[in-house]
C-alpha cells in the first residue's frame, strides 16, 4: 500500500509541476494574443525563435501535456473508500497465490498469545480470543523470506521442523529443492562441535518453530550465521534476519508455506523440477482421491 500511495504522491506532484508550466505558457500565449496584430506578429516570430516551433505547433503540444496530465491526476476524482478499494484489488492480483487459498488454508489464525514482536501484524481477535494476522503482510513476509533464501545455495542451507504436521510438506520441499531438512530429530552440536563426525557448515538454517527448535536456532545463532524463521502470534522473532508470519501449527497452513518456499525457490534457482499443485500440500488431493 505504502508503495502505492508514494506513486500516487509522485504522480500528483507531476502533475502541479505540469499544471504549472500550461499554466505558464497558456498565460504566455494569451499575453501575444491580446497584443495588437503588428505586436503578435513580432511576439510569434520571438517566441518561434526562442523554441523553433509556431505558435500553433505550441498550442498542439500543451494540449497534449494537459491531456496526460489529466491521466495521471484523474485519481482525485475518486472517493478515499474507492481509492482503498483500487489498492486492495491491485494488491491482491500481486500475491502469490489468491486471498482465498490463505483464507482456506487458515495461515491467517494465530493463537491466543501474542508476543510484542508479533503485535503489529496482528489486524484483530476473533470472538473466541484467537490472533488473527494480516493476510496482506503474510504475503509480503513470504516473498522477502524467497528473495532472501535466493542468496544462497542449497547446500548451505538446513531447515529444523520438529512439528510433525509439517512432515510430510517438509519432506517434499527437500525432494525438490536440494535443501537438506531435520524433522524427527535435530541432533544438537551439529553446527557448533567440530569433533562430532556429523559436523558439518550451512550459511542459512530456516526455523519453523523457535519454541519446537531452539536448539538449532541457538545453535545457529552461536556460529554466527543466517536465520529464516517462521512466526505464529506467540513466537519471538529475535535472531531472525528474516522472518514469515503465519500460523506454524496446521498442516494445511505449512503446506502453503511450504508450497510457496519450494516454488520460490526453484524459479529464483532455476531448477527444473515438477512441483505439485497447491492441493496436494495443503493435503486436498490425497482426501479427495
Known amino acids: 500500500m505504502v508503495e502505492v500511495i508514494e506513486n500516487i504522491e509522485e504522480n500528483i506532484e507531476e502533475g502541479i509541476d505540469a499544471v504549472e508550466e500550461v499554466l505558464e505558457n497558456i498565460e504566455e500565449l494569451a499575453e501575444a494574443e491580446s497584443v495588437d496584430e503588428k505586436k ?46 483500487k489498492i486492495k484489488i491491485k494488491k491482491r492480483t500481486d500475491m502469490l497465490i489468491p ?26 481477535r476473533r470472538a473466541d480470543g484467537l490472533a488473527i494476522f494480516n493476510t496482506d503482510t ?55 562441535n567440530t569433533t562430532l563426525p556429523n559436523f558439518f557448515e550451512n550459511e542459512l538454517t530456516i526455523i519453523m518453530d523457535h519454541w519446537l527448535d531452539k536448539n538449532a536456532l541457538n545453535d545457529t545463532l552461536n556460529v554466527k550465521k543466517k536465520v529464516l524463521m517462521v512466526c505464529d502470534t ?3 522473532s529475535k535472531g531472525a534476519n528474516k522472518f514469515i508470519i503465519g500460523n506454524n501449527k496446521s498442516d494445511r497452513s505449512l503446506g502453503v508455506i511450504f508450497y510457496l518456499l519450494t516454488k520460490g525457490y526453484c524459479n529464483s534457482k532455476n531448477i527444473d523440477a515438477e512441483i505439485p499443485e497447491l492441493d496436494w500440500w495443503v493435503g486436498e488431493e490425497s482426501s479427495q482421491g
Do not use: H
Open 138 to 192: 503474510i504475503d509480503e513476509k513470504l516473498k522477502e523470506a524467497i528473495e532472501f533464501m535466493g542468496q544462497f545455495d542449497a547446500k548451505d542451507i538446513i531447515l529444523v521442523c520438529k512439528r510433525s504436521s509439517g512432515w510430510r510438506a517438509a519432506e517434499m520441499f527437500s525432494k525438490l529443492t536440494g535443501i537438506r531438512i531435520f524433522t524427527k530429530k535435530y541432533p544438537a552440536g551439529i553446527l557448533t
Open 99 to 124: 486471498l482465498e487459498e490463505y483464507v482456506k488454508a487458515g495461515i491467517y489464525l494465530g493463537t491466543k498469545v501474542v508476543t510484542p514482536e508479533m503485535k503489529p501484524f496482528v489486524y484483530r
Open 40 to 85: 503578435k506578429k513580432k511576439t510569434d516570430k520571438l517566441k518561434e525563435k526562442e523554441t523553433g516551433k509556431s505558435i500553433e505547433e505550441r498550442k498542439k503540444e500543451l494540449l497534449e501535456k494537459a491531456k496526460k496530465l489529466k491521466e495521471k491526476i484523474d485519481v482525485k476524482d475518486l472517493t478515499t473508500e474507492e481509492l482503498k478499494e
Open 234 to 236: 506467540n513466537n519471538f
